[in-house]
């Protein structure tokens, strides 16, 4: 069974914390997507992974194709960074489709 | 020199009526999606066309229909509105249907009265 779990559901952090939001999946993926949306209900793409780790400014994300999980860090974290955290996968059994997680909502305070 | 836009980006209707949400990537993009995000902020794919062709069509209502007149554009069509048709719709395309970071659009909130 294809299936996309986040943890936590909600997490409220100060400003300067390191920050990290957890993304686990049930069976082989070919693809893994973070996004961000923010409280406007924007959404934005912020990695797309099939390995290893990538950092973009104080975001980084890693993967472990073998333990199916992948963490998303947020360092230095700033009021700015409240929004919701998505994970979605790309199954390999699934084709082109990407499973949604039902995301991580993360309020920092200053 | 938006990369996706949707219009409208609020529609309010009644039951029963039909309406339809209108995207268009400048991107060049060859790779277009709906998705539905339910009052639960869940986000779920409806549809994916890749160069004008459907490749995904996701467990949803024949009311619900998309058009792709060229690969810049994919419109949604949904006819007889019902109540739980009301929730936010994203639009997003992608460079291919490879491992391809998605553009979102805006989203537009549909509420059905």
């Known amino acids: 069974k294809n299936e996309v779990e986040q943890s936590p559901q909600n997490l409220t952090a100060q400003e300067g914390e390191f920050i990290t939001i957890n993304c686990s999946y049930s069976?082989?993926?070919?693809?893994l997507h973070w996004l961000q949306q923010h409280p406007g209900g924007g959404i934005v793409s912020l990695f797309m992974?099939?390995?290893g780790k990538k950092k973009h400014g104080r975001l980084i994300a890693t993967i472990n194709i073998q333990e199916k999980h992948s963490s998303l860090h947020i360092t230095a974290s700033h009021p700015r960074d409240s929004a919701v955290y998505i994970c979605?996968?790309?199954?390999?059994?699934?084709?082109?489709?990407?499973?949604f997680g039902t995301g991580t909502s993360l309020t920092v305070i200053p | 020199d938006t990369a996706v836009s949707q219009t409208p980006k609020y529609l309010v209707t009644q039951m029963g009526n039909d309406k339809s949400i209108k995207c268009e990537q400048n991107?060049?993009?060859?790779?277009m999606y709906w998705y539905k995000q339910d009052s639960k902020k869940f986000l779920k794919i409806m549809f994916s066309?890749?160069?004008?062709?459907?490749?995904i069509n996701e467990t949803v209502p024949n009311r619900f229909s998309p058009k792709s007149p060229d690969k810049a554009h994919l419109n949604l069509h949904i006819n007889s509105l019902e109540l739980g048709d009301s929730a936010v719709y994203f639009c997003?395309?992608?460079?291919?249907?490879?491992?391809?970071?998605?553009?979102f659009g805006a989203g537009t909130r549909l509420s059905v009265l």
């Open positions: 997003a395309s992608s460079p291919g249907q490879g491992v391809n970071i998605q553009y």
């Open positions: 069976v082989g993926i070919s693809a």
């Open positions: 992974l099939s390995s």
């Open positions: 979605a996968v790309r199954f390999v059994n699934t084709g082109n489709q990407f499973y």
């Open positions: 991107l060049g993009h060859d790779t």
């Open positions: 066309y890749n160069n004008k062709e459907l490749i």
